[in-house]
C-alpha cells in the first residue's frame, strides 16, 4: 500500500534569477531555456552554479536523468521488461543535454556526495534544483519558488515527472493477525489519515481525492510554500520505473554511464550503448 | 627469587578449582559469552551459510546455489577493480601512517613543557568520528569551496578536483585516513621509544655516535615488536576500509574509490544481493589471514623481541 509519493520539479532562487535579469522558470520552458538560463546564473568567480545534480552515479542520480528519457520519448525497459532501451536516441538527447550543460556550458555542480544540494542552494550559491518537497524545508534562506521540470522543444509538450514511492508493506504472521492487518492499513491510508499525514508531515497525498481538496492543498502551501506545485505535479507522472528484480543492477550500470558522460570521460551513444549491454546481461541472467 | 613466588600463585588456584567455582567462573563470563556468541560468532557462521545461497535478504526463500557466488568473484570486472584499489590504498595507507607516526612521536619522546598536550594532540583525531572526519575533509577539499584549493590559489595553483576527480580520490582519501590514524601509532611508537634504555644511547654516544647514527642503530631495531603489530593492525584496518569511503565519495566518482568492502555493502544492501556479498566476505576474510600468517612468519625471522 502506498505510504509516501514524490516528486521531482524545479525549485529555484527567486533572488538570483532576478539579480541575473532572467524571467523566472515559465511551465512553457523547454529544456534549452533551462539550460540557456543555468549558463548565465553561473559564475564562476562567485563560486556561483546554475544547477545541481546527484552526482554517485547512484539511483539518486538516475532518477534525475530518467524524466528527461521519457519526456524525450524514450523509455529504460521495453514494454515486455525483456531488454534495456534506453540507449534509443531519446535516450541520448537527454543524456546530450546533461553533457552540455555539465562538460561545455560548466553550469552543472556534479554533487559527487549527494549531500550539498540544499545546503548550497540554501546559501545561494546554485540557482536551481531539480528536487523534490521534502528538500523544501531545509531552504529557510532564501526565497524560492517552485515550477515543474521543463519539455524537450518538438516532444509536443509533454511534462513528466518521475515518483518516488515508499509502501507500506505487510507480513503475513498467521490468519488471526491477518484481518487485524488488512483493517488497520486499510484505516491507515483511509482520506481522513492521508489527509492528517499531509499536514502534518508535509508529504504529498498519497489520495488523489485529499490532492484535489483545495482547502488541504492550501494549507500544506501555506505550511511549506511551493507544496501546492508538487500536489499537482503528481498529474506529470505518467510513467513508472520498471518493477523487475534486477533493477539496481541496470539502475547501476545507467548511473555510471550518466557520471561518466557528465565528468567528461565519454560520450553520450557510447556510455549508454555500454550500460544497455551490462543492464541486458542482468536481465538474462535471471 | 622471592618476587617469583606471588607471580605463580595463579596457576596452583586455577588447578585447584573446585566444580561450583568453575559454574560460578561461567556464571560470571556467560554475559560476555552469549554477547558475542550471538552478535559475533552467530553471524559469522550464518554468513558462511549464506555465501552459499541467492538472498535479497527480504523473500524468506534463500535457494543453494552451491559454490555459483564464489566463482562469479573470479569474472566480475568491479571487483577486480575493488581488489587493485584496495591494493593501492593498503600499500599507501601503511607505511603513510607509520612513516608520519614515526616521526611525529620522535619528536614527541621528549620532557620539554606542556609535552602532554602535544602527546593529547597527536592523538585527538583518533577521537573524532570517521563521519565527522569525512565531512570535514570534503568540505577542505571541495573543489570549488575548500580552503585547500583556496590556498592552492594563493600560490597561484590552479584549483584541483580531489574527491570529485577519479584520478585523485583514492589519494585524498589515503591522506584523509593516514591523518585520522596517525595518532594510533604515535601512541604505540612512543610507548615503544620510552621502553629503548637510555643507557644504550649514552654508551653509544660515549662511543662517539651522533644522533642519527644512534637512532638509526639503537632505536629502530628495537622498534620491531611495535612495526609487527602496526603493520599487522593497520593492513587488517586498510583491508577494510568503508566508513570514510562511504562518509565522503560513496565509491565514486565511476568507482574510483570501490574497495573491497564497500563494493561488498554496494552488493548486500543496495543491489540486495546478500549471498553475493557473504561470498565476497569470506574470500576478504581469507585473504586477511594468509596476509596475517605471511607478516608474522616474516617477523619471527626479523623482529627482535627481546
Known amino acids: 500500500m502506498p505510504a509516501l509519493v514524490d516528486n521531482l520539479a524545479i525549485v529555484y532562487n527567486k533572488k538570483l534569477f532576478a539579480d541575473a535579469g532572467i524571467a523566472p522558470p515559465s511551465p512553457t520552458w523547454t529544456w534549452d531555456d533551462f539550460r540557456a538560463a543555468a549558463a548565465k546564473l553561473t559564475d564562476p568567480s562567485k563560486g556561483q552554479y546554475g544547477w545541481l545534480i546527484p552526482a554517485d552515479g547512484s539511483e539518486d542520480t538516475v532518477w534525475h536523468y530518467v524524466p528527461m528519457l521519457w519526456e524525450a520519448g524514450g523509455d529504460i525497459l521495453s514494454p515486455d521488461n525483456q531488454h534495456a532501451v534506453f540507449n534509443s536516441e531519446a535516450g541520448v538527447k537527454a543524456l546530450t543535454t546533461l553533457q552540455q550543460m555539465a562538460v561545455n556550458d560548466k553550469s552543472l555542480y556534479l554533487d559527487t556526495t549527494n549531500e550539498n544540494g540544499p545546503k548550497l542552494m540554501n546559501s545561494g550559491k546554485v540557482a536551481m534544483l531539480v528536487t523534490g518537497p521534502w528538500d523544501l524545508s531545509q531552504l529557510s534562506d532564501i526565497e524560492y519558488g517552485v515550477q515543474v521540470m521543463p519539455t524537450f522543444a518538438g516532444s509536443g509538450g509533454t511534462h513528466q515527472t518521475i515518483s518516488g514511492p515508499d509502501n507500506w508493506v505487510v507480513f503475513n504472521n498467521g490468519d488471526k493477525r491477518k484481518q487485524a492487518a488488512i483493517d488497520f492499513v486499510k484505516w491507515l491510508t483511509a482520506p481522513e489519515q492521508v489527509k492528517a499525514f499531509s499536514l502534518g508531515t508535509g508529504d504529498l497525498p498519497t489520495r488523489i481525492s485529499v490532492g484535489q481538496n483545495q482547502a488541504v492543498v492550501d494549507k500544506m502551501d501555506e505550511n511549506l510554500p511551493g507544496s501546492k506545485v508538487f500536489v499537482e505535479n503528481l498529474s506529470n507522472v505518467k510513467k513508472v520505473r520498471p518493477t523487475v528484480e534486477q533493477y539496481p543492477a541496470i539502475s547501476e550500470a545507467l548511473g555510471q554511464a550518466i557520471v561518466s558522460v557528465m565528468l567528461g570521460k565519454d560520450q553520450p551513444a557510447d556510455a549508454l550503448n555500454a550500460a544497455a549491454k551490462a543492464a541486458d546481461e542482468a536481465l538474462a541472467g535471471k | ?306
Open chain 2, 1 to 306: 627469587m622471592p618476587e617469583d613466588a606471588p607471580a605463580r600463585r595463579p596457576f596452583v588456584v586455577l588447578r585447584g578449582l573446585g566444580r561450583g567455582e568453575s559454574v560460578t567462573g561461567w556464571a560470571l563470563v556467560s554475559p560476555a559469552v552469549v554477547l558475542i556468541g550471538v552478535f559475533g560468532l552467530l553471524p559469522v557462521l550464518m554468513s558462511l551459510q549464506l555465501s552459499f545461497q541467492k538472498s535479497d535478504l527480504l523473500t524468506p526463500e534463500t535457494p543453494w546455489v552451491g559454490l555459483e557466488n564464489y566463482r562469479k568473484l573470479a569474472d566480475d570486472p568491479v571487483f577486480v577493480e575493488a581488489i587493485k584499489h584496495t591494493i593501492i590504498y593498503t600499500a599507501l595507507f601503511v607505511p603513510g601512517t607509520m612513516l608520519v607516526g614515526l616521526f611525529v612521536a620522535a619528536a614527541l619522546n621528549r620532557s620539554v613543557r606542556f609535552i602532554s598536550v602535544y602527546r593529547t594532540a597527536a592523538y585527538i583525531t583518533m577521537a573524532v568520528s570517521t563521519i565527522s572526519q569525512g565531512i570535514i575533509f570534503l568540505w577542505l577539499t571541495d573543489r570549488d569551496y575548500g580552503l585547500v584549493n583556496a590556498a592552492l590559489n594563493a600560490v597561484g595553483a590552479p584549483s584541483q578536483p580531489f574527491l570529485a576527480s577519479p584520478a585523485q580520490a583514492l589519494y585524498v582519501i589515503v591522506a584523509m585516513t593516514v591523518w585520522g590514524w596517525t595518532g594510533f601509532s604515535v601512541i604505540v611508537y612512543l610507548a615503544a621509544l620510552q621502553g629503548v634504555p637510555a643507557e644504550l644511547h649514552e654508551a653509544a654516544a660515549i662511543d662517539g655516535a651522533n644522533a642519527v647514527t644512534r637512532f638509526r642503530t639503537i632505536t629502530v631495531p628495537l622498534l620491531g615488536p611495535a612495526n609487527l603489530f602496526l603493520v599487522v593492525w593497520l593492513t587488517i584496518n586498510a583491508l577494510q576500509l568503508f566508513d570514510e569511503v562511504y562518509a565522503t565519495t560513496r565509491g565514486g566518482p565511476l568507482r574510483a574509490t570501490t574497495v573491497i568492502v564497500y563494493y561488498l555493502w554496494d552488493r548486500a544492501f543496495v543491489q540486495f544481493d546478500a549471498g553475493y556479498a557473504a561470498a565476497m566476505a569470506y574470500a576478504l576474510f581469507v585473504v586477511i589471514l594468509v596476509i596475517t600468517a605471511v607478516q608474522f612468519r616474516l617477523a619471527r625471522k626479523h623482529v627482535h623481541t627481546s
